[in-house]
């Protein structure tokens, strides 16, 4: 797969974002191309959160284009939703579900994904034997880790993952960094926000929104 | 500029920068204020004090001069803000937005002027200050539907979101609106089968219908002067850090 | 990668689209299950109202059998309002409702199949209850095919209309009075067609045409009521 390592997969364009009277960013561009690991980095209150949303279209309230695979991508919004994981502030876990069910349910709205892995990706994520109880009687940790469990399940192209190492011990942080590095190598892109300091640092490029909103 | 875009008209372009629109609306402004002025003065003279009597109702029929016409345009009020909301739904047009959201307060009050003339009306007619004849209710239901409108807005602090939203409630209001009428008018029939309306008998003659017409343009007029005014405010209080506010600020 | 993509989507569109009707309404059914509190409360509610008419007004059997229809309405119509705050809340709050935007699945589907379960956990069980009601307001025995018949027809309706409104007002923290100001208004032609056909019922006259009424606007509901839901779940998340 190494052929589309150096195309462009999602391209921004004049981007302007204006929360509460104030300017977030103005005049962002960028491209991510396929096998590259963005890390999105800036203040609290930067929008870091607002420019993953914006990209991942939870978020309309901009100004700017965005292109995936070259179209714009309004017009190719199904093809992007089918190519896009996302991972956000709330894990999107239900806490009166079982991690199993909630997978279900998640393999149920992803049409492209394979329910008979669940059990092994939750493997994975180190949660087997927990497969029954529901969520609400895990820590903080294990309920992310549920919904990281995704990560493992997935076929997306792009993944879009908001703080994904919040409360992940250091081994888990570990996997889920070779997971995003392998995700890379296969020709998959990641951009992320996150705190933790990380190992694969030199393999990530870096978008500092202090820097680009200038003002 | 993508395909589905070519084929709308210039001025729909011009609309969507809120300089413009506030230009052409300062323009337009006066005009529309002095046909207003005009039309409901004379409107009001000739109503009062040339218009024949109602045989049956004397002088106090002469109030549906003003509750016709605030009634007619409470009505149209809501379907324009709704309107105005859809494009600014589908265009993401700004200016789309704040006449919407400029519509509300205006419609609502015409719908409470609508309701307060016709109970005053209803005293002499009926002999109560309210009656649940079907054009009251369907009036009252229309105040509600801006009522909630305006709620909606007030309640989300994001103005882009705010915008949306109520647009969307206005929309859903319009389809209803069609329902909830014709439900209260059969309604109406079913309780009050020997209801008494005045503006619904056939024949009017002209010297009773033609202040009535003036009344309503007139009133159309003022609607247009006031949503203008409303509207400037609102492009100036959105668009107040930009450059071309600032500077005409400066030049006062 | 591209390879997984194109094996996976090889089913029926209309097989998966059922598939995902039927996964959407048996999870919400399977979290009111495990939630007993918001299945019962609406329902403790529509009693608690229809009791407060005897003892607020009068206790009279004659003047009881001639408001019923109304009151019964009136109270089915307060309780479905009661319950519609929880429709998205929590899925809004746990972030399943961004899943489910981001989701590649058509949202009008989704919100319909939502929307029935919630019906299925509110109106069904107020439509099951209403004769109760009926008894307890001395509603003559033969407007109570009536008062069923006009509550099955009607309610969907008002769970359509009301997620109209949940959906609009998900993204606020007091959305519960919110919700009443903006929906009531639009129950206004269900509950003049629904308490007409049960007093249509109680008199003998014929009720076809209620029904008939009744479900154009259910069939107007379930054509409409999804695309406005959609569009305001979008713009409600995206605030």
Not at chain 2, 116 to 137: E, H
Not at chain 2, 153 to 163: F, L, M, V
Not at chain 3, 87 to 109: A, I, K, M, Y
Not at chain 3, 169 to 176: E, I, M, P
């Amino acid at each position: 797969m190494g052929k589309g390592l150096s195309k462009t997969l999602f391209q921004v364009e004049n981007l302007f974002c204006e929360r509460d009277e104030r300017i977030l960013f103005e005049d962002l561009s960028f491209n991510i191309s396929s096998g590259e690991i963005v890390q999105v980095e800036g203040q609290n209150g930067s929008g870091k959160t607002t420019l993953l949303r914006i990209l991942s279209g939870l978020s309309n309230n901009f100004e700017g284009d965005l292109y995936w695979q070259g179209e714009p991508l309004a017009d190719v919004r199904d093809d992007y939703k089918r190519q896009l994981l996302y991972f956000g502030h709330h894990p999107g876990v239900k806490a009166i579900l079982s991690p199993e069910e909630n997978l279900r349910w998640y393999v149920a709205m992803h049409p492209g994904m394979r329910a008979n892995s669940i059990a092994d990706a939750l493997d994975k994520v180190g949660l087997s034997g927990f497969e029954d109880v529901p969520c609400h009687t895990l820590s903080a940790g294990q309920n992310r880790r549920v919904s990281l469990a995704r990560l493992y399940l997935s076929n997306a192209r792009l993944w879009i993952l908001d703080e994904p190492f919040t409360a992940i011990d250091k081994k888990g942080v570990a996997e889920k960094e070779q997971l995003i590095l392998d995700h890379a190598n296969k020709g998959g892109s990641v951009i992320l926000t996150t705190h933790h300091e990380l190992a694969m640092g030199d393999k990530v490029r870096r978008l500092n929104l202090d820097e680009m909103a200038g003002t | 500029m993508s395909e589905n875009k070519k084929w709308m008209p210039r001025w729909f372009y011009q609309l969507a920068s809120p300089r413009w629109s506030y230009e052409i609306m300062g323009k337009l402004l006066p005009g529309f204020a002095v046909a207003a002025t005009l039309l409901l003065i004379g409107g009001i003279i000739w109503a009062l004090a040339f218009a024949p009597e109602d045989y049956q109702q004397g002088n106090s029929f002469r109030i549906i001069y003003i509750h016709v016409p605030s009634a007619i345009l409470a009505q149209s009020c809501y379907m324009l803000m709704a309107v105005a909301g859809a494009i600014g739904l589908i265009w993401k047009m700004k200016v789309a937005d704040m006449v919407a959201k400029s519509c509300a307060p205006i419609g609502a009050s015409i719908a409470i002027l609508a309701l307060a003339t016709g109970a005053i009306w209803g005293k002499p007619t009926w002999g109560s200050w309210w009656v649940w004849d079907a054009r009251l209710t369907s009036m009252l239901i229309l105040l509600f539907l801006y009522l909630g409108v305006i709620a909606l807005h007030s309640a989300i602090e994001s103005e882009a979101t705010a915008a949306q939203s109520s647009a969307v409630l206005a929309l859903v209001g319009l389809v209803n609106i069609p329902i909830i009428k014709y439900s209260v008018d059969w309604w109406n029939t079913l309780h009050q089968p020997a209801t008494f309306t005045l503006t619904e008998r056939p024949a009017m003659p002209a010297e009773m219908w033609v202040p009535l017409l003036i009344m309503v343009i007139g009133f159309y007029c003022f609607f247009a002067v006031s949503l203008m005014m409303r509207t400037r405010n609102e492009i100036l209080h959105r668009e107040r850090r930009s450059s071309w506010v600032r500077e005409l600020i400066e030049k006062r | 990668m591209e390879q997984i993509l194109t094996n996976e989507r090889s089913d029926s569109a209309e097989n998966t689209l059922m598939g995902l009707f039927w996964a959407v309404l048996k999870r919400d059914l399977m979290l009111a299950y495990r939630k007993k509190s918001d299945l019962f409360n609406p329902l403790v509610f529509f009693l608690m109202v229809a009791t407060l008419f005897p003892l607020g007004v009068s206790p009279e059997p004659d003047f009881l059998a001639e408001v019923a229809p109304g009151v019964v309405w009136v109270a089915a119509l307060l309780a479905t309002l009661l319950s519609m705050d929880s429709l998205f809340r929590s899925d809004f709050e746990d972030g399943t409702l961004e899943q489910t935007l981001l989701s590649p699945q058509p949202l009008f589907v989704i919100v319909l199949s939502k929307v029935l379960a919630h019906w299925m956990m509110s109106g069904l069980p107020l439509t099951l209850l209403a004769p109760l009601l009926g008894v307890m307001l001395f509603l003559p025995a033969e407007g109570m095919s009536g008062l069923m018949l006009s509550l099955l027809l009607g309610t969907p309706t008002l769970s359509l209309v009301g997620a109209i409104g949940a959906a609009l007002t998900v993204g606020l923290r007091k959305g519960g009075v919110l919700i009443s100001l903006l929906v009531l208004p639009l129950y206004i032609p269900v509950l003049i067609f629904g308490t007409s056909a049960v007093q249509a019922a109680v008199t003998g006259l014929p009720l076809a045409g209620f029904f008939a009424l009744l479900g154009a606007m259910l069939a107007l509901g379930v054509v409409m009521a999804p695309l406005a839901i959609a569009a305001a779940l979008r713009i409600s998340v995206s605030g």
